[in-house]
């Protein structure tokens, strides 16, 4: 099964760039912000609800920027080690995921709304959802880590001219 997907040229290419030693650590820091996340989230919700209204979207904003930096030293220390550029990485790595949250927390209402009016579930809705937006973020965000937030500073060769005649 795998070598039939590899045959894809758009999965092979994005294959070899994702080394499995990196990306298994990427998934077990995975598992602890996905813990992490999602429990920062379904309490702000639970602590939030009875006192603002759309709860769960504010719950998403807030525990967003808490759950980035939680991210963010976990991949530093232990995926990518990287020494130094806290700063400049922190803020590449908020740039990875803001477009995420962006795209989430937008269609977070949407989802609650299905979620509502074609299943079962009323109150647990913003809790589904929530989940749901979470899980589709893995593979691009270790993506945009990889080449983006730890990504090596490449010096850029400046070019001399000859010497003058």
């Known amino acids: 099964m795998l070598e039939n997907l590899q045959k894809i040229p758009v999965l092979a290419r994005l294959a070899s760039r994702i080394p499995p030693a990196q990306f298994g650590r990427y998934l077990l820091v995975g598992v602890w912000n996905t813990i992490f996340g999602y429990s920062s989230y379904a309490l702000l919700t639970a602590a939030l609800t009875p006192r603002v209204p759309y709860a769960y ?11 980035i930096t939680n991210a963010f030293f976990g991949y530093k220390v232990f995926i990518f080690k990287t020494k130094g550029n806290h700063l400049r990485e922190w803020f590449r790595c908020l740039l990875v995921y803001s477009g995420g949250i962006a795209v989430g927390t937008s269609l977070l209402p949407p989802t609650v709304f299905v979620l509502r009016h074609f299943t079962r579930a009323d109150a647990s809705a913003p809790y589904i959802a929530g989940a749901l937006w979470m899980g589709l ?13 730890f990504a090596p500073v490449r010096n850029v060769a400046v070019p001399t001219l000859g010497d003058p005649k």
């Open 57 to 67: 979207v504010w719950a998403s904003v807030i525990s967003g920027v808490l759950n």
């Open 137 to 149: 973020n893995v593979v691009s965000s270790f993506l945009g880590h990889k080449t983006f937030s």
